[in-house]
């Protein structure tokens, strides 16, 4: 089973800033086969980015992927207060997993 | 409007069995594959299994395998998530998920989850 760990698990910042997230995988996943969800407290989880880097429909283009092997990169460039949320990487490579989670929060 | 639609929150005992459903529409139902995804109170995102309702091809994650049963009814584009006895560790939010594509894929529409409690 292919394993994700997201750091950090906790990122504070403030309206305006740039948000990077770090999703690494146990062993290389295709760059066709990672995606990024986000999810608001007491709503369902929505796909944001897929293969890595393509915006999901909806996606803002302040929401962009980066990345290969094993080391995946989620950057929101200047958040806005919708923002401040969880995120989630999953890889669809070889079966499917999640990661822990990073939590955006205000500063 | 592509959307799927989980049955109401749910309360039982241990050792009771339960079963949830989501239903799809605005979609050819039959073409894509649902998911169910675990969120423990308070946890991440666990992915539990998945079904295609064409040929009710069936992928377990090996932490469930075993543990619940996937099933689908093409004739009313609904697929269920099952147990047959109820552990307490059981409690939490549980959202099915279409997969944008062929197997594997990313999920690309949500159900509004549906809450199960099991307490004695």
């Known amino acids: 089973e292919i394993v994700l760990t997201q750091s950090p698990g906790t990122l504070s910042l403030s309206p305006g800033e740039r948000a990077t997230l770090s999703c690494r995988a146990s062993?290389?996943?295709?760059?066709?086969?990672l995606a990024w969800y986000q999810q608001k407290p007491g709503q369902a989880p929505r796909l944001l980015i897929y293969?890595?880097?393509s915006r999901a429909a909806g996606s803002p283009d302040r929401f962009s992927g980066s990345g290969s092997g094993t080391d995946f990169t989620l950057t929101i460039s200047r958040l806005e207060p919708e923002d401040f949320a969880v995120y989630y990487c999953?890889?669809?490579?070889?079966?499917?997993?999640f990661g822990g989670g990073t939590k955006v929060e205000i500063k | 409007e592509v959307q799927l639609v989980q049955s109401g929150a749910e309360v039982k005992k241990p050792g009771e069995s339960l079963n949830i459903s989501c239903k799809g529409s605005?979609?050819?139902?039959?073409?894509?594959?649902i998911a169910w995804v675990r969120q423990m109170p308070g946890k991440g995102l666990e992915w539990m299994g998945a079904?295609?309702?064409?040929?009710?091809?069936?992928r377990y994650s090996p932490s469930f395998q075993g543990q619940v049963t996937l099933s689908v009814d093409k004739s009313i584009s609904t697929a269920f998530l099952q147990w047959s006895s109820l552990k307490t560790s059981d409690t939490a939010m549980y959202y099915c998920?279409?997969?944008?594509?062929?197997?594997?894929?990313?999920?690309?529409?949500w159900g509004q989850g549906t809450m199960a409690t099991v307490s004695s």
């Open positions: 999953q890889q669809y490579h070889d079966s499917i997993t």
């Open positions: 062993q290389s996943v295709s760059s066709r086969s």
């Open positions: 293969g890595a880097s």
């Open positions: 605005g979609y050819r139902f039959t073409s894509y594959w």
């Open positions: 079904i295609y309702p064409y040929d009710s091809d069936i």
């Open positions: 998920a279409r997969l944008g594509g062929r197997w594997p894929n990313a999920f690309d529409i």
